[in-house]
């Protein structure tokens, strides 16, 4: 049954990476997708995905509702393993691993590759606590480390300056654009290779957004980062490289500015002049 | 013109204010019942003299408290065989708390209004609490000392008070002794004889084992003949004094002062005095041990029993609870086998409690509990010890009792807690049971609270069950105390919903009761209004904390 409503949509991407100007030092893969093919019971959510996101870099993926980028993303860090009859074939390989593989410890996978959310989703515990979550699993409870980590990771995310004074309070006073910031801090806080954001401002005002924004291009200096956006103009001003994908397919990958000027399939040109979607 | 009123569904608003009111003014009057019957009990009620024509003629004189007013049809007075004359509408009687059972045989006695010749209420005459008999109701002649008169008329009243103060503190002392000093001995007494059973049964016992013991016995034994010449000397010092009293038919009594609880004459009481003599008696009703077959003094191992068992059952029903809602909601696969689950649990809280009694009856006490007494306590038998009912088999089964509704509001408060919570806490590294642990249990013990209050208000209110396995009439000893391992979970314990029944229906003088009734069931309805409402407080902070995410 897979066989036969498989599409496969290879990419070059090596060609793409090198096509790619002023590129001052080689880009290094980190994560590879290869043939990714999944299935919601019997519906089927990918067509055979594969691409290549490089190390350090921003890639958005793009494409109308429910075509699969959430599911994609949510594949890299395995979060679709808690959905109820759910079927992957395919490899994700993080530096050359498949995190598929039956060896792989999921949790420990999923502290070197952070997620955030559509929805800001702190915990109901203090700003200090949500921060230092991560860090207490991993068995850390120096008081020292905690503080200083908490510090900078909440500096990281651009949150120290409003928040330092009241650590000890609910995290859910805070308002949206600053809870999504703390969960950043929250993720970055254990420090992750890679930051899956999916639709990290869409439930944000505008302000808020642009700080979210401001926020990726700074965090990318340390992280490799993959965004999901229904919102062009950010996967514009944010990514490096987009993706962008159609009912579960890769339909076009390359550098933002690329993809945006010069699409070489007609269904990205329609969907980014927006023509449809 | 009808349907359009219909329509506007003002019938169907009246049709909801209406319901709302009904229920409202139920609550309202059951409270308001037993607030008034219960609360006015303690309040010191003036002694009348009625100078009284009997039915054969005869004049009498009659004291007491008038406590009732009936009024009775003409009609129905002549059917009930009460001779009226033809100018008479109706037939009024008053009941009247003679006390003096000791001389009368009777606490109380009606008696005709229109037979009644004089009424009054003259400041001399006292009523006396005893410790036997109810109440005295006369007036006091003399206070006697080793049976000399010592003081009379005007001087008796004063000596009578400072004499029954000291006589109080002796009694107290008595009592401290009999029950705290003499009672540790007592108990360890009786350990040293288990110890010793136990040692022969295990074939230990020697000459070293038998010398320990003997000399442990002989100490023992010294320090109770010790209190022992210190009880004889206080009983002497108690039975020194008594009271002369002379009832309202002329006879004299005689009321040692170990008998008596209190003197006071009602007659001569100003409003303070009233109060202050209220709060003593409200304060003795709270925190003493009842007499007189639980009809007189207070409840105070009542309420220690209802209050323990309730936190008992709340420390074994919780862990429990939690558990199984985790097991269902978590990780157990969600199919046909977790319905039926779910099904067999909720028809769990619909089976009568009695059923659960006789449940704990049969299974934890005999099978249980005879089993454990088999395999640790041999040294006891033939005497039970935990194969009888008791404390923790009450607690225990009403523990099963409150489990579903535990079990249903913990589910429900895990199910609450939004997917994106548990998601984020997955993605920082935590494994499943980390997740449930730091995040999802402590959001959702407000549920389980809800639950736990939902369990203490049926568990403090319940009765039949627990009158199969470990309530009783009147227990000796508190189910704590100062005796190693100080919590003695195989006692038997008093209950107020018990004691209710035990008071209002199984006393020999019911109708004295009565009020104790209404006082009793204020203060049951009060003991779990109180631990609803630290349950609640609970609660509320734990959700003050969790908060769960808005939107």
Redesign the interface.
Known sequence: MTAQHTRTHSIDVSSILQGQKNTDQPLEPCIKVENLNLFYAQKQALHGVSMEMPKKKVTAYIGPSGCGKSTLLRCI?R?ND?VDNVTIEGRVLLHDENIYDKSVNV??L??RI??V?Q?P????KSIFENVT??L???GINDKRILEETVENSLRGAALWDEVKDRLND?A?GLSGGQQQRL?IA??IA?EPEVLLLDEPASALDPISTLKIEELINELKEKYTIVIVTHNMQQAARVSDYTAFMYMGELIEMGTTSELFTNPRKKQTEDYITGRYG | MITTWFKSGTPWVWLNAAAVSACLIMVIGVLGLIVVRGVGHFWPSEIVQFTYQEEDGQIKTLIGEHVDTSITPAEMAKSTGHIMAEDEDTLVQYLLKTGNRDVTRNDFRWILERNVKQHQTPPELMVVERREWGNFYGRLLAVKENGTIIAEGADAWPLAQSRIEDALAVFSEIAHLEKKEVGAINYRLEQLRLEQKKLQLEKRWDAAAEQRLAVERAELEVTYKKYQAQLTELYQKIRRDSLLAQTGSGQEVQIPLAKIVRVFQPNTMGLFDKIGHYGIKLVEFLSEDPREANTEGGIFPAIFGTVMMVIMMSIIVTPFGVIAAVYLREYAKQGFITRLIRIAVNNLAGVPSIVYGVFGLGFFVYILGGNIDQLFFPEAAPAPVYGTPGLLWASITLALLTLPVVIVSTEEGLARIPKSIREGSLALGATKLETLWLTVLPMASPAMMTGLILAVARAAGEVAPLMLVGVVKMAPTLPLDGNYPFLHLDRKFMHLGFHIYDVGFQSPNVEAARPLVYATSLLLVLVIVGLNLSAILIRNHLREKYRALEG
Not at chain 1, 121 to 124: A, D, M, R, V
């Open positions: 860090n979060m808690l949790a420990a999923r502290r952070g997620m959310f929805k989703n702190p915990f109901p979550y991560g207490r699993i991993q609910n859910l969960v929250r993720a254990i």
